[in-house]
């Protein structure tokens, strides 16, 4: 279905959940707190469902939204997953039982609810919340701050390939509210901690470069999280470092969550489909920034990744 008739459906719920995906970013974070508060706005009950993955980084958005153990909703709305392997350990009840309605922008999304509201077209999933939440009425300061974030954060303050005219139209219309836009683009793109720069300087030191300076690969160990001491929000976006790197066109990060998994997250900027690649080990997401886990060490990982960009490549 699309925002228009998504708008309708969740207009007829009452007593809403919503839930956000695996180590939650500024895009479902902010969708899921816009989303809350618009349905307050209309008179509902409405709540997010917590998220111990959240960091302290977007945690302040959550406040007085998060919805207590006592909660029993019946309606289930997701924002911003793509794929049942995203979803938290405490959400996953829900995955069984059903998902009402999914809200989503990846273009990977396995329309796993009973209701699907997905457009591939928009550079964050906050744009598609921005027109639905358009449909009941005015959108203040409340709603339209944590939708600033979920746009902005996932257009890496919209400098990243996704970015379209109508995401800046959605930003200007937020902005538009009086909310306070300077302290979200301070908070999130120019403020680093000592411990995040002094990882970036590390992920330098072993960062390795492949055809002809075209591909980057970097990884951030858990040996460099303890280290560092460094904590998940030191961490927040890393994958966007590798690609500032002149003349790389495909960057690849790997994180290690523990031994013998890993994260990793594919950014290209030259026709080849990030997707694609990691659709191949089990991931997915956009043709631009897409994401998988594989099961193994780093260097395992990073052999896995190099075959699949290759294989993507011979094929295309």
Request: with cysteine; hydrophobic share 40%.
């Amino acid at each position: 279905m699309d925002y228009r008739e998504a708008a309708a459906l969740l207009a007829e719920q009452n007593d809403i959940l919503i839930l956000t995906h695996k180590r939650p970013d500024g895009d479902t974070i902010g969708c899921a707190v816009g989303l809350c508060a618009a349905l307050r706005k209309l008179g509902k009950t409405a709540w997010v469902l917590p998220n111990a993955d959240a960091t302290s980084l977007f945690t302040p958005y959550l406040e007085g939204c998060l919805a207590p153990g006592e909660f029993a909703p019946r309606f289930v709305v997701s924002v911003d997953i793509a794929g049942r392997s995203l979803f938290p350990e405490n959400a996953k009840v829900w995955l069984e039982r059903g998902v009402d309605l999914a809200i989503d922008h990846h273009p990977s999304n396995e329309g796993f609810g009973r209701e699907n509201c997905v457009d591939a077209g928009r550079a964050a999933c906050g744009e598609l919340i921005f027109d639905l939440v358009r449909e009941w009425g005015e959108i203040d300061a409340a709603i339209a701050l944590p939708l600033y974030v979920a746009v902005s954060t996932d257009t890496g303050c919209f400098v990243y390939g996704n970015t379209t005219p109508g995401t800046h139209r959605v930003a200007a219309a937020l902005m538009e509210t009086g909310i306070d836009y300077r302290g979200v683009n301070k908070r999130h793109f120019r403020t680093k901690s000592f411990k995040r720069l002094r990882l970036e300087s590390m992920l330098c030191q072993n960062m390795e470069l492949f055809d002809g300076g075209r591909i980057a690969v970097a990884a951030v160990t858990l040996e460099m999280m303890a280290v560092l001491d460094a904590r998940e929000e030191d961490a927040e976006d890393v994958s966007a470092f590798a690609g500032q790197v002149e003349g790389v066109q495909t960057a690849v990060t790997i994180r290690e969550l523990r031994p013998d998994e890993c994260k990793l997250s594919v950014r290209t900027s030259a026709g080849l489909n990030a997707s694609a690649v990691c659709a191949l080990l089990g991931g997915g997401g956009h043709a631009a920034a897409s994401g998988c886990t594989v099961h193994g060490s780093v260097e395992e990982a990073k052999r896995a990744i190099l075959e699949a960009i290759e294989k993507v490549k011979s094929d295309s």
